[in-house]
Nanobody
Framework: QVHLVESGGGLVQAGGSLRLSCVMT????????MGWLRQAPGQEREFVIG????????FAADAVEGRFTISRDNAGNTVYLQMNKLKSEDTAIYYC????????????????WGQGTQVTVSS
């Protein structure tokens, strides 16, 4: 059974940085598009950033373009989300996800979800 376990969330001041990690067990990240979605209070879950399965191409939502990056450590079966220049509107629960494609992930059509990790940005 595949599991995704996130870590690295917390409280940070606006303008600061944070890195989230997501470890996959029971599977191999090479077999999936990997990415992150988030859900702010009272809002629907939204796509943040994704990495395609074969070429590792990155696709980011407009709101985070140029500030957030995603990377893969295939040996460690881990995906990272580096978040820079954080804003108060980035406050949300961040979910790691695996899917057949980034396109699927954008519509929350996900194979596996992590449990989520809270990111709070104070202004």
């Amino acid at each position: 059974q595949v599991h995704l376990v996130e870590s690295g969330g917390g409280l940070v001041q606006a303008g600061g940085s944070l890195r989230l990690s997501c470890v996959m067990t029971g599977g191999t990240i090479n077999n999936y598009a990997m990415g992150w979605l988030r859900q702010a209070p009272g809002q629907e879950r939204e796509f943040v950033i994704g990495s395609s399965r074969s070429l590792g191409l990155t696709f980011a939502a407009d709101a985070v373009e140029g500030r957030f990056t995603i990377s893969r450590d295939n040996a460690g079966n881990t995906v990272y989300l580096q978040m820079n220049k954080l804003k108060s509107e980035d406050t949300a629960i961040y979910y790691c996800a695996s899917a057949v494609s980034v396109s699927s992930m954008k519509t929350s059509n996900v194979a596996y979800w992590g449990q989520g990790t809270q990111v709070t940005v104070s202004s």
